[in-house]
């Protein structure tokens, strides 16, 4: 569940990883993190009442990845400059800063994709 908070321009969800998602023994696989991040990065887009794909997603980890714990995931947009749209995130376990992030979304028009998955512009 995403907490959209438009007031505050913050998106908030919590994601708790399991087993399945183990790397090094008892801790989240990295990937799973970033796969995470790059959809909470998407998300945040709505933020901007917008939709795009990341150009470039920046993931800074700070401490390994806990898993059974629920993590607090909160995201914001930095700054926009035509079709390009910065955003940046945080996860926290408790008060604890454990990854961060800042994502490069490109806006597309996603009525221009035709079928065969090729941009028309």
Do not use: C, Q
Not at 16 to 40: I, K, N, Q
Request: proline share 4%; glycine share 14%.
């Amino acid at each position: 569940v995403m907490d959209f908070d438009f007031d505050e321009g913050v998106l908030r969800t919590e994601v708790t990883f399991h087993p399945m998602h183990s790397g090094a023994p008892g801790r989240v696989h990295g990937g799973v993190l970033a796969g995470v991040l790059d959809e909470f990065a998407g998300a945040i887009l709505r933020l901007a009442d917008t939709r795009g794909a990341t150009g470039r997603l920046t993931i800074n980890y700070r401490s390994p990845i806990p898993m059974g714990i629920p993590l607090a995931f909160r995201g914001w947009v930095d700054h926009r400059e035509g079709r390009k749209v910065v955003v940046r995130g945080e996860v926290h376990r408790g008060d604890e800063l454990i990854a961060d992030m800042e994502g490069l979304m490109v806006v597309i028009d996603y009525a221009a994709i035709d079928t065969s998955g090729n941009a028309r512009h």
